[in-house]
């Protein structure tokens, strides 16, 4: 992603599928720019959303103005892009929060990471790193090998903090894959997915994309992307702590995305 100098001011449907964990009913709206949402979201042109940069000095929040094109793909279903009229693409976009405040954000982590089955990641600023209220990301699964392939199944994802622990998704399967066929649902083919050669930047496996606390609550914020298996499309999510249920760590903002990312469109419409 292309830095910006910290002087330049820069100016969703929840997809309802059958592996993701219940959502969470909140207002708040997060956009993926350059990307063929699904369905079309209530923005418009010439609206002002907060952007999250990477900058020359970190991650920083930042009010951006956006275009808005109507469009059908090559299958004839309706899709929306947003465009961020600034000098870089911002990671989201989010709308609904009009009490986040523009700067720097503290970020714990930022890259594609997948977490295979009994991973963990340790979320805390460098700063922080010996404080004993820090949270834990750890993945948990079954891998089996099936006709020459490394297969996952019952594939989750749970946050702990302190003496919570939440699922933020999971892909629902409950039998093991026997009989293994390409794009089967619920499985996670990681037979080209070895440390060497991760291929988690062509989107076909659940990674976390950035860890911070964007909404300034002192509690971890999370970023996702988490792809449909054997379907051309996948869901975003930013986890937020500040909107989270009594009982919750965060709350889940999703929106669809269809893939290719670029997909090319046959009609147009402002």
């Not at 594609?112 to 993945?139: H, I, M, N, R, W």
């Not at 606390?213 to 937020?240: E, Q, T």
Request: aromatic share 10%; with cysteine; proline share 7%.
């Amino acid at each position: 992603m292309k830095r910006i100098v910290l002087a330049i001011v820069v100016v969703v449907f929840a997809i309802g599928a059958s592996f993701a964990g219940d959502q969470i009913p909140i207002a708040t709206k997060i956009i993926i720019p350059d990307t063929d949402l699904i369905p079309i979201s209530g923005v418009k042109d010439g609206d002002e959303l907060m952007g999250l940069y990477c900058s020359t000095v970190g991650y920083m929040l930042a009010p951006t103005l956006i275009s808005v094109e109507k469009a059908l793909d090559e299958f004839s279903r309706p899709v929306m892009r947003v465009k961020a009229k600034s000098e870089s693409r911002p990671l989201f976009l989010i709308t609904g929060v009009s009490n986040f405040k523009p700067g720097i954000v503290p970020t714990f982590f930022s890259g594609e990471k997948f977490l295979f089955p009994g991973e963990s990641l340790v979320l805390t600023s460098p700063e922080d790193a010996c404080s004993p209220g820090y949270s834990v990301l750890q993945a948990f699964g079954k891998a089996v090998n099936r006709r020459n392939r490394d297969l996952i199944y019952d594939y989750k994802v749970k946050l702990n903090s302190g003496d919570k622990v939440q699922v933020l998704d999971y892909y629902k399967t409950s039998k093991s894959p026997k009989t293994y066929k390409p794009g089967q649902t619920a499985v996670l083919d990681i037979t080209d997915h070895l440390i060497t050669t991760d291929l988690s930047r062509e989107m076909e496996l659940p990674i976390l994309i950035w860890a911070g606390d964007i909404d300034r609550d002192n509690n971890p914020d999370l970023f996702m992307w988490w792809p449909c298996p054997g379907k051309n499309a996948g869901v975003y999510s930013l986890f937020l702590s500040s909107k989270a249920g009594k009982s919750d760590l965060v709350a889940k903002t999703p929106v669809g995305v269809r893939l290719p990312i670029l997909a090319e469109v046959i009609v147009f419409e402002k």
